[in-house]
């Protein structure tokens, strides 16, 4: 076994690189000691890494990530990490406590309740919609996605997502 020890501030951290039977030592590698020390992960977790920081097809956030944690890795400090990426220590934090905790589906994997919350909700605007096909139908127009959606007041990209979502409940034809 090699061990390679970290200074942080007072403390002294031991980290285990390679393989080693004891479950002391897959501690150490998973989840270090000392804030600042080096963080230890296996090489796959690291080629990932690598993979997603140059990708071209990933997204910002995920390459921020990818690039937080490879400094960390490399053993550079939080502030280093930060300072380079232009991020806040805090957000270096997190991504080591996430990635810690999670692994690296917790790193790429967005928490649930992200995002702005939907205004109105499938069961209420399929009804309207529905009826509002009927309308249309009977009266002998044109239906289209863009005039149910000027009728009922909601945007026609928010109605194309609805009718997405719902498997073409609101009008199963183009939109």
Avoid at 68 to 86: C, H, K
Wanted: proline share 5%; aromatic share 4%.
């Amino acid at each position: 076994m090699i061990v390679e020890v970290h200074e942080s501030r007072d403390e002294l951290t031991e980290v285990a690189a390679g393989a080693d039977s004891s479950a002391a030592a897959d501690d150490r590698i998973q989840r270090p000691r000392a804030r600042g020390s080096k963080l230890a992960m296996p090489a796959e977790d690291l080629e990932q890494l690598r993979r997603h920081s140059r990708s071209p097809a990933s997204s910002y956030r995920v390459v921020l990530r990818s690039r937080i944690l490879l400094g960390l890795a490399a053993g550079q400090s939080e502030r280093a990490v930060a300072r380079r990426e232009r991020v806040t220590r805090a957000t270096v934090r997190r991504w080591r406590q996430r990635y810690l905790g999670a692994g690296l589906v917790g790193v790429f994997r967005d928490r649930a309740g992200r995002g702005r919350p939907p205004r109105a909700s499938a069961a209420l605007l399929v009804p309207r919609a529905q009826a509002m096909v009927a309308v249309l139908c009977a009266r002998g127009e044109r239906v289209s996605l863009r005039r149910i959606a000027r009728a009922l007041g909601v945007s026609y990209p928010a109605l194309q997502r609805l009718n997405a979502r719902t498997s073409g409940a609101v009008w199963p034809g183009r939109g």
